[in-house]
């Protein structure tokens, strides 16, 4: 049921700095909806990273930041730890015929 | 702060009924700007939502599962529950609530997730 596309993988050495990027079409991303970021460490429930494109929610840390442009946005980590080690989703609205939430197939982050 | 806490079985056999039920603590589910959803996640695989029921009882259910979901409220006892139908191995998942604030229409709280194997 993606309706986002994500890259399966990414990965970094500690301390550098990783993007992860999310595609979507003019019906989501594009239309202008909000898109949010998940992160999910192993064996653990999603947990809301990013909302409305950029937000940080309370105990977030400011290493993690959200852009949008176009039909695509991107969830930036600046400072990379072994504890970001998990899988991150983007989720946004999508308001075509199937329409109401689409996620990404998420993204494997890899700290080496 | 808001919790949520899934419960149910977790083994269902084949062409069975899934049952589960999510419990709200630390706020009311009748409280406005919010809806409650139901995801899964199946073993190695991404996120699916399922479906979602605001506080007054009305639905939306995800168009691959409509024909089997049902959702379901009981603001008193501050839980809502899902019924899912005809179970195959397929349904195999993790399957979380959420709540979703619908000023962002983000998942801001998440149930720790139930394993439920659809299995003879």
């Known amino acids: 049921q993606s309706g986002l596309t994500q890259p399966p993988s990414v990965s970094g050495a500690p301390g550098q700095r990783v993007t992860i990027s999310c595609t979507g079409t003019r019906s989501n991303i594009g239309a202008d909806y909000n898109v949010h970021w998940y992160q999910q460490l192993p064996g653990t429930a999603p947990k809301l990273l990013i909302y409305g494109h950029n937000i940080r929610p309370s105990g977030v840390p400011d290493r993690f930041s959200g852009s949008k442009s176009g039909t695509s946005a991107s969830l930036a980590i600046t400072g990379l730890q072994a504890e970001d080690e998990a899988d991150y989703y983007c989720?946004?609205?999508?308001?075509?015929?199937?329409?109401?939430?689409?996620f990404g197939g998420g993204t494997k982050l890899t700290v080496l | 702060q808001v919790q949520l806490q899934e419960s149910g079985s977790g083994l269902v056999r084949p062409s069975q009924t899934l049952s589960l039920t999510c419990a709200v603590s630390g706020g009311s589910i009748s409280s406005g700007g919010f809806s409650y959803y139901w995801l899964r996640q199946p073993p190695g695989k991404g996120l699916e939502w399922i479906g979602y029921?605001?506080?007054?009882?009305?639905?939306y259910y995800s168009p691959s599962l409509r024909s089997r979901v049902t959702i379901s409220v009981d603001t008193s006892q501050e839980k809502f529950f899902l019924n899912l139908t005809s179970v195959t191995a397929a349904d195999t998942a993790v399957y979380y609530c959420a709540r979703c604030a619908l000023d962002f229409y983000s998942l801001d709280v998440w149930g720790k997730g139930t394993t439920v194997t659809v299995s003879s």
């Open positions: 989720q946004s609205y999508d308001s075509s015929l199937n329409g109401d939430m689409v």
């Open positions: 029921i605001f506080h007054s009882g009305s639905t």
